[in-house]
């Protein structure tokens, strides 16, 4: 049977990207509606991505609204991710600002244990590192903490030697330096 071919495994299809995982940001405009965070989470959770921070808010336009995506994934899968938002209805922009010149900050509250003897080492270390207090009670200091995803957890990893007794971050907003505007390149 010289004319048959034979029948050896197919070789995998090589997949575009390097398959390096790393973090991602994503800013999403997208129409101020009911329902639309719903749709871009159960998206991101077909696709198999775990958004580590999700924030969502108004923008200047009551119509419109800006979320800021946090995931991690390759190059391709994310790009196929930001492909698939735009086929939502309500998605008007997106933009993977991942290795763009931004400013990302994030917001963390931390309810820390203190006491009358520590309490001074606390406070000393919150102003260290630009955060402030925002109430003190008896047995304990809620501070705020502003600022790069990094700079928060190096706050943190010092308050935690006193305990931690709650902790919420807002996970990073993020904005492109300079004049440019996702939002302004959505607007007709």
């Known amino acids: 049977m010289s004319g048959d071919i034979a029948a050896g495994p ?8 390097s398959g390096e995982t790393r973090r991602h940001v994503l800013v999403a ?4 509606r009911t329902g639309v965070l719903n749709r871009v989470a159960s998206l991101m959770r077909a696709r198999d991505f775990n958004i580590e921070s999700l924030s969502v808010s108004h923008t ?3 119509d419109v609204s800006r979320m800021t995506i946090t995931i991690h994934g390759d190059e391709f899968h994310v790009e196929q991710a930001t492909k698939q938002l735009y086929r939502l209805i309500d998605v008007l922009k997106v933009q993977d600002v991942t290795d ?13 244990r203190a006491t009358d003897r ?3 080492e606390i ?9 402030r207090v925002v109430d003190l009670a008896p047995e304990s200091v809620v501070v705020e903490a502003t600022g790069t995803e990094v700079e928060v957890d190096a706050l943190l990893t010092l308050l935690r030697g006193y305990g931690i007794r709650e902790l919420v971050r807002t996970g990073a907003v993020v904005m492109a330096r ?4 996702i ?3 959505t607007k007709r």
């Open 118 to 120: 520590n309490r001074g």
């Open 123 to 131: 406070v000393s270390i919150v102003e260290m590192h630009r955060a």
């Open 29 to 32: 405009v997208v129409q101020n």
């Open 60 to 62: 200047d336009s009551e």
């Open 178 to 181: 300079g004049s440019g505007s």
């Open 100 to 112: 763009e010149p931004t400013v990302q900050h994030e917001l963390a509250l931390v309810k820390v």
């Open 10 to 17: 197919v070789p995998a299809r090589p997949i575009p990207g």
């Open 183 to 185: 939002e302004e390149a």
